[in-house]
């Protein structure tokens, strides 16, 4: 895998990198090593200028051993060849230089299926596309003040070698079309902002037009435009499939990663089997859908991506785990060990995060709101993980009067508890809209998308214009 070191061929790299593997295993609870080739593309078109063309290549490898106290020495390395590979196993296992009798490697190759490959388009297609994408927001509205059109595919071959006697190979493809708008009235600023994406290839364009993605934008931007002030206070709220997953994977998931709810630094520590959500709820992270950004076959320690059940009809009944979460816990690895890069130790993730479609017609739930707030699409926000709480903006919103939507409303927030909310949620829809984007934990970045149907909550806290009385 990986370029050809000038001295060694393929083979020859395979050769040291099994030396190396058996090192760093020996006495030790786990040990893997991570070869990564990584090519990335990114462009960005704003204010009719092309600012950026960046194009590059990075190779590596990432050594781990698991101590029998649980403890991890973890290096890696930009020199793929077996004298460094065997180097850094030495360094990190503490021991001599005594060669240890290889054993056969069970081998897996798996490439993330792409309809039409990247490389069936020139750098000039490409960077028509932007332009395209562009003309399209410009066009809209005089209001239309700044225009960023951005598009990025990166490329990802990996290999892992585990001490299991495990050889994984996959390759895999991320593809990212976003556009933001942002218009003006009277001082007033509005964005708009339209991500697609996932692990495909540029079939993305077939289903996401580049003006059309960047026509949403546009709208959701002049739209909120001309919005009045939300109005502050408890209110039902209801969360659009429209709004993706981000709730659910802000405000619940991250306490639901092993690291996190076995280590006591979750609100759902030591309740597995307790009722934690409404009946209604049924929380799933699956990297195995098909196209999703977080989508993979295996983890980044070579286990099988699986989905998860996590609460199941109210109740929780897993967490997810990577090798080192399972073995201090005495639980199944179950593949939700991800990292950024070779450069990083895997650690729990999420990967495509969703809480299950159930029973009630969306249009139905709207019509149950006689006075509340429909949110369409969610804007940032700050979650605390050891509690629940959260706010965040909601970057489009709409007033719900006598069960029916409507005007817009600008400047919204939302202020809860992510727990205290799966317990509340009242009406879940049958439809289900996801959103995608890149998860930050513990200085790693790991894409990753997010999904949720139509909800009702009853009561929670809206942020926005205080009108005297």
Request: net charge negative; with cysteine; aromatic share 6%.
């Amino acid at each position: 895998m990986g370029p050809e070191p000038p001295t060694e061929s393929e083979d020859m790299l395979v050769a040291g990198a099994e030396k190396a593997l058996a090192l760093l295993s020996e006495g030790a609870l786990f040990a893997d090593l991570y070869l990564e080739k990584t090519r990335s593309l990114r462009l960005v078109l704003e204010n009719e200028r092309l600012e950026e063309i960046s194009l590059g290549e990075d190779v590596g490898a990432g050594l781990r051993r698991i101590n029998p106290d649980f403890q991890t020495a973890f290096g890696f390395t930009h020199e793929l060849s077996g004298e460094a590979l065997w180097d850094l196993a030495r360094e990190l296992s503490r021991k001599g230089g005594e060669e240890i009798k290889r054993r056969p490697l069970l081998q897996t190759k798996v490439r993330l299926p792409v309809r039409i490959p990247l490389e069936k388009e020139e750098l000039s297609e490409k960077v028509f596309r932007l332009r395209t994408a562009e003309r399209a927001a410009w066009g809209r509205s005089r209001a239309i003040r700044q225009v960023k059109v951005i598009y990025q595919e990166v490329e990802k071959e990996i290999a892992i070698l585990t001490s299991e006697d495990r050889l994984v190979e996959e390759s895999r493809i991320y593809l990212l079309f976003a556009v933001q708008v942002v218009a003006e009235k009277e001082g007033v600023l509005q964005q708009g902002y339209e991500p697609v994406g996932g692990t495909m290839g540029l079939e993305l364009f077939e289903e996401h037009p580049p003006e059309e993605v960047a026509l949403r934008a546009a709208e959701r931007a002049l739209r909120m435009l001309s919005a009045p002030r939300a109005p502050a206070g408890r209110m039902p709220v209801v969360l659009s499939a429209e709004a993706g997953g981000t709730m659910i994977h802000e405000a619940v998931g991250h306490g639901l990663e092993a690291d996190h709810a076995e280590e006591g630094f979750s609100v759902y520590a030591g309740r597995l089997g307790e009722k934690v959500a409404s009946p209604l709820i049924t929380v799933i992270d699956d990297p195995t859908l098909p196209g999703k950004r977080g989508s993979y076959a295996f983890d980044d320690e070579g286990c099988p991506a699986e989905p998860v059940v996590l609460i199941e009809e109210g109740v929780l009944r897993n967490f997810l785990y990577d090798r080192l979460t399972a073995l201090k816990f005495g639980r199944r690895p179950n593949g939700h060990g991800r990292r950024e890069s070779y450069r990083h130790r895997p650690i729990p993730r999420m990967a495509n995060t969703y809480i299950a479609p159930g029973p009630h017609d969306p249009e139905e739930i709207i019509r149950s709101v006689d006075r509340g707030l429909l949110v369409r699409k969610m804007g940032g926000g700050e979650v605390n993980p050891v509690t629940g709480d959260f706010v965040f903006e909601v970057a489009e919103g709409y007033l719900l009067e006598g069960g029916e939507i409507g005007e817009p409303v600008r400047g919204a927030t939302l202020a809860g508890n992510g727990p205290q909310v799966l317990q509340e949620i009242d009406m879940v829809g049958s439809d289900l809209g996801f959103g995608l984007g890149t998860c930050g934990k513990d200085g790693q970045g790991v894409p990753v998308s997010d999904a949720q149907p139509t909800l009702r909550i009853p009561e929670l806290l809206v942020g926005g214009e205080v009108k005297a009385r």
